[in-house]
T-cell receptor, first 115, second 115 residues
Framework: ETGVTQSPTHLIKTRGQQVTLRCSSQ?????VSWYQQALGQGPQFIFQ???????GRGNFPPRFSGLQFPNYSSELNVNALELDDSALYLC??????????????FGPGTRLTVL | AQSVTQLDSQVPVFEEAPVELRCNYS??????LFWYVQYPNQGLQLLLK??????LVKGINGFEAEFNKSQTSFHLRKPSVHISDTAEYFC?????????????FGKGTSLLVTP
């Protein structure tokens, strides 16, 4: 059973640029959630995708967008990067079943630095 | 609205001593509770979770936590810590509703175990 993987590991961008982060979910999982973890803080929920549809969104602006593919992998896209977007971006996958609470398993994260 | 408070930002402890990391939450509805651990430059690993049933939950690496509904707490304990337990520990609550099954994290507690 493979775990959650993310790419790239590290990324450096400049203000105003766009970035795409990728996540492969754990085998058998159908849900992907993305979190932003600023330095010294707990992770903050960005959004969740279930069966290729956005299933919930945190307090992040529309320039944060995502996709989930038929194989349940996912992308996080951030447009018009700002300095405050510098953070560790974590992807978590889970198996959502009707009436059940799914446990989320995290990948190692992508460290984004915006200069 | 829900929030999670981790009362201690840092907890220093000697090897083989017991430790308790405190977590309190506020919520107007029933909750699901989690503890995650994050080692330096890594993602989050699930230690344990409370969904229902027995209020004493046992997790990996000898950790346990007790759900106390009246005190809205979910403190993490270990009777004897090792150097390898040095890490950041996050308490999290599931939000059910508009944001799907999003984890709401505390700010974390840094556990430092010294010889």
């Amino acid at each position: 059973e493979t775990g959650v993987t993310q790419s790239p590991t590290h990324l450096i961008k400049t203000r105003g640029q766009q970035v795409t982060l990728r996540c492969s979910s754990q085998s058998g999982h159908n849900t992907v959630s993305w979190y932003q973890q600023a330095l010294g803080q707990g992770p903050q929920f960005i959004f969740q995708y279930y069966r290729e549809e956005e299933n919930g969104r945190g307090n992040f602006p529309p320039r944060f967008s995502g996709l989930q593919f038929p194989n349940y992998s996912s992308e996080l896209n951030v447009n018009a990067l700002e300095l405050d977007d510098s953070a560790l971006y974590l992807c978590a996958s889970s198996l959502k079943l009707a009436g059940d609470t799914d446990t989320q398993y995290f990948g190692p994260g992508t460290r984004l630095t915006v200069l | 609205a829900q929030s999670v408070t981790q009362l201690d930002s840092q907890v220093p402890v000697f090897e083989e001593a017991p430790v308790e990391l405190r977590c309190n939450y506020s919520s107007s509805v029933s909750v699901y509770l989690f503890w995650y651990v994050q080692y330096p430059n890594q993602g989050l690993q699930l230690l344990l979770k409370y969904l229902s049933g027995s209020t004493l939950v046992k997790g990996i690496n000898g950790f346990e936590a007790e759900f106390n509904k009246s005190q809205t707490s979910f403190h993490l304990r270990k009777p004897s810590v090792h150097i390898s337990d040095t890490a950041e520990y996050f308490c999290a609550v599931i939000m059910v509703g508009n944001s799907g099954y999003a984890l709401n994290f505390g700010k974390g507690t840094s556990l430092l175990v010294t010889p």
